[in-house]
């Protein structure tokens, strides 16, 4: 059974860092992509940043130059370096990871305060 568990959120000031975590297991086959999502309040969920198959990074335009994505494959752990944070990026934060369909996680709150 594939779990996702994210660490990392809280309460931060703008112009601070946080650290995401999630730890995968029960892993099977191809990893086509693991990535970040976030959905903040009365809007859709947005794709933050993901790794491709191949080691391929995309984050969108927002957090570029902020945001790092990075993974350890042992064990398979996905990491969301935020750094300058604003206000905006204020959300609910879930790792996701496709094998033949997608697996979430079960979010962590990030809340940057002006």
């Known amino acids: 059974q594939v779990q996702l568990v994210e660490s990392g959120g809280g309460l931060v000031q703008a112009g601070g860092s946080l650290r995401l975590s999630c730890a995968a297991s029960g892993i099977f086959g191809r990893v086509n992509a693991m990535g970040w999502y976030r959905q903040a309040p009365g809007k859709q969920r947005e794709l933050v940043a993901v790794i491709r198959t191949g080691g391929i990074k995309n984050v969108v335009d927002s957090v570029k130059g902020r945001f790092i994505i990075s993974r350890d494959n042992a064990p398979n752990t996905l990491y969301l370096q935020m750094n300058s944070l604003k206000p905006d990026d204020t959300a609910v934060y879930y790792c996701?990871?496709?094998?033949?369909?997608?697996?979430w996680g079960q979010g962590t709150q990030v809340t940057v305060s002006s």
């Open positions: 996701y990871i496709a094998l033949l369909k997608q697996y």
